[in-house]
């Protein structure tokens, strides 16, 4: 669905680590391409960027 993980800019529990520049290398991470990934994701995007209970959904999800 994204070209990128909406997580880049954002805290993740993924396989990361942080080049010389600063940038976050995601390449080894898999939790966008894992069953069950993109729930995560975005559950975890609700969590930062809304401040909800990861349990709760937004009427249209």
């Known amino acids: 669905m994204f070209c990128y993980c909406p997580l880049f800019l954002l805290a993740c529990t993924g396989t990361f680590s942080v080049l010389p520049s600063g940038m976050k ?4 991470c898999v939790i ?3 069953e069950g ?5 975005q559950q975890e995007l609700l969590r930062q960027l809304y401040d909800q209970d990861q349990q709760r959904r937004l009427p249209f999800s």
């Open 25 to 28: 290398d995601c390449s080894r």
């Open 32 to 34: 966008p391409h894992a």
């Open 37 to 41: 990934g993109w729930e995560t994701v």
